[in-house]
Protein backbone atom coordinates (compact mmCIF):
# COMPACT_ATOMS: atom_id res chain seq x y z
CA UNK A 1 0.00 0.00 0.00
CA UNK A 2 1.30 3.50 -1.17
CA UNK A 3 -0.55 5.30 2.17
CA UNK A 4 -1.33 8.86 1.30
CA UNK A 5 -0.67 8.67 -1.87
CA UNK A 6 -3.04 6.37 -2.85
CA UNK A 7 -5.80 7.19 -0.97
CA UNK A 8 -7.74 10.46 0.04
CA UNK A 9 -7.85 11.51 3.41
CA UNK A 10 -10.87 13.32 3.49
CA UNK A 11 -12.66 10.20 4.67
CA UNK A 12 -10.69 6.93 6.16
CA UNK A 13 -10.42 4.10 3.89
CA UNK A 14 -12.15 0.44 4.95
CA UNK A 15 -10.64 -2.09 5.39
CA UNK A 16 -12.14 -5.19 3.01
CA UNK A 17 -13.79 -7.92 5.50
CA UNK A 18 -12.03 -6.41 8.29
CA UNK A 19 -14.41 -4.43 10.51
CA UNK A 20 -12.57 -5.01 13.24
CA UNK A 21 -9.83 -2.73 12.23
CA UNK A 22 -10.34 1.10 11.79
CA UNK A 23 -7.90 3.09 9.70
CA UNK A 24 -7.06 6.21 11.95
CA UNK A 25 -4.11 7.71 9.92
CA UNK A 26 -1.88 7.90 6.38
CA UNK A 27 1.44 8.71 5.74
CA UNK A 28 3.37 8.52 2.34
CA UNK A 29 4.43 4.78 2.89
CA UNK A 30 1.77 3.50 5.75
CA UNK A 31 -1.66 3.47 6.86
CA UNK A 32 -2.16 3.18 10.58
CA UNK A 33 -4.37 0.62 11.76
CA UNK A 34 -6.67 0.29 15.21
CA UNK A 35 -7.94 -2.70 16.84
CA UNK A 36 -12.10 -1.97 17.16
CA UNK A 37 -12.44 -5.24 19.31
CA UNK A 38 -9.01 -6.54 21.38
CA UNK A 39 -10.23 -10.07 20.29
CA UNK A 40 -9.40 -9.49 16.83
CA UNK A 41 -6.91 -12.15 14.91
CA UNK A 42 -4.52 -9.99 12.92
CA UNK A 43 -0.75 -11.30 12.16
CA UNK A 44 2.60 -9.61 11.19
CA UNK A 45 2.40 -10.37 6.94
CA UNK A 46 -1.48 -10.67 6.56
CA UNK A 47 -2.62 -8.77 3.59
CA UNK A 48 -5.04 -5.88 3.81
CA UNK A 49 -7.02 -4.80 1.14
CA UNK A 50 -7.69 -1.13 1.27
CA UNK A 51 -11.06 0.49 0.07
CA UNK A 52 -10.93 4.16 -0.95
CA UNK A 53 -14.19 5.68 -0.18
CA UNK A 54 -13.09 8.83 -2.27
CA UNK A 55 -11.61 8.84 -5.52
CA UNK A 56 -10.23 12.01 -6.73
CA UNK A 57 -6.72 10.70 -5.83
CA UNK A 58 -6.44 7.76 -7.75
CA UNK A 59 -8.43 9.36 -10.58
CA UNK A 60 -5.75 12.40 -10.74
CA UNK A 61 -2.36 9.87 -10.08
CA UNK A 62 -3.24 6.49 -11.84
CA UNK A 63 -3.75 5.46 -15.23
CA UNK A 64 -5.46 2.50 -14.76
CA UNK A 65 -7.76 0.69 -12.56
CA UNK A 66 -7.26 -3.12 -11.68
CA UNK A 67 -10.08 -5.14 -11.25
CA UNK A 68 -9.52 -8.38 -9.65
CA UNK A 69 -11.94 -10.99 -8.38
CA UNK A 70 -10.72 -14.07 -5.90
CA UNK A 71 -7.19 -12.23 -5.87
CA UNK A 72 -6.57 -12.80 -9.84
CA UNK A 73 -6.62 -9.77 -12.25
CA UNK A 74 -9.40 -9.98 -14.64
CA UNK A 75 -9.14 -6.84 -16.41
CA UNK A 76 -7.88 -3.17 -16.61
CA UNK A 77 -10.04 0.14 -17.20
CA UNK A 78 -8.10 3.16 -18.43
CA UNK A 79 -9.26 6.25 -16.67
CA UNK A 80 -10.13 8.50 -19.25
CA UNK A 81 -10.19 11.71 -16.37
CA UNK A 82 -6.54 11.61 -15.70
CA UNK A 83 -4.95 14.99 -14.87
CA UNK A 84 -8.53 16.71 -15.56
CA UNK A 85 -9.36 17.05 -11.81
CA UNK A 86 -9.75 20.90 -11.16
Known amino acids: MQGSRLLALSMAPL ?9 VALNAEHGHLRLR ?9 DKLEM ?7 TVCLYDNYVMTRKGEVEATL ?3 ARRKLQ
Open 15 to 23: VKGRMDLEC
Open 37 to 45: QSNSASSCG
Open 51 to 57: LPTHADS
Open 78 to 80: AIE
